[in-house]
C-alpha cells in the first residue's frame, strides 16, 4: 500500500506550510502575506518590473499577481506607472514606503529561515537548496492538477 506520509509530494507539501507560517509569524505585524512578502523581494531585487515579469519571477498566474499587486498598491508600497513604450503594461514600483521595509522585512526572512532549518547544519541546507533548485525545474507558471 502507498505510505502518503513518505511521498516526496506529500513531504514538500507539508514542508512548504511549515515554511509560509513560519514566515506569517514574522511579518504579520506588518500586515503582510508571504505571497506579498515574496512580491516585494523581487521589486528590492530590481524595482519597475511589470506585472508579466512579476508573474514569471513568482512563477504563478497574472491574476493572482493582479491581486497582489492591488493588495500592496493600497497599503502604499507600491505604486503602477504607465510603461514608457507600452501604453496597455504598467511598471510596478517600490514606494519610498516600501523600499523603507526592505532591511526590516529581510530581517524577519532571515529570522523564519533559521527557525524553519534550526535542525539542519550549513552543508545540508546548502544540499535542500540544491536539490529544491532541481526540482523545480523549468521556470514556469504551474497550473493547478487536475486530479
Known sequence: ????????????????QRAWA?????IEQYDLTPPQFAL???????????QV?????GQI?????GGLIDRLERSGLLERRQHPQDRRAYRIHLTEQG???????????ERSLKKFTSGLNE?????????????????????????
Open 99 to 109: 523600499k523603507a521595509m526592505a532591511e526590516t522585512l529581510s530581517a524577519c526572512a
Open 1 to 16: 500500500m502507498y505510505d502518503i506520509e513518505k511521498s516526496i509530494g506529500f513531504l514538500l507539501s507539508k514542508a512548504y
Open 40 to 50: 516585494l523581494s523581487f521589486l528590492w531585487q530590481q524595482d519597475g518590473l511589470t
Open 61 to 65: 498566474d497574472r491574476s493572482t499577481v
Open 123 to 147: 552543508n545540508e541546507i546548502s544540499e535542500l537548496r540544491r536539490i529544491l533548485e532541481l526540482l523545480r525545474g523549468d521556470r514556469r507558471i504551474y497550473e493547478v492538477p487536475s486530479c
Open 53 to 57: 515579469e512579476l508573474s514569471e519571477k
Open 22 to 26: 513560519t514566515l506569517r509569524e514574522e
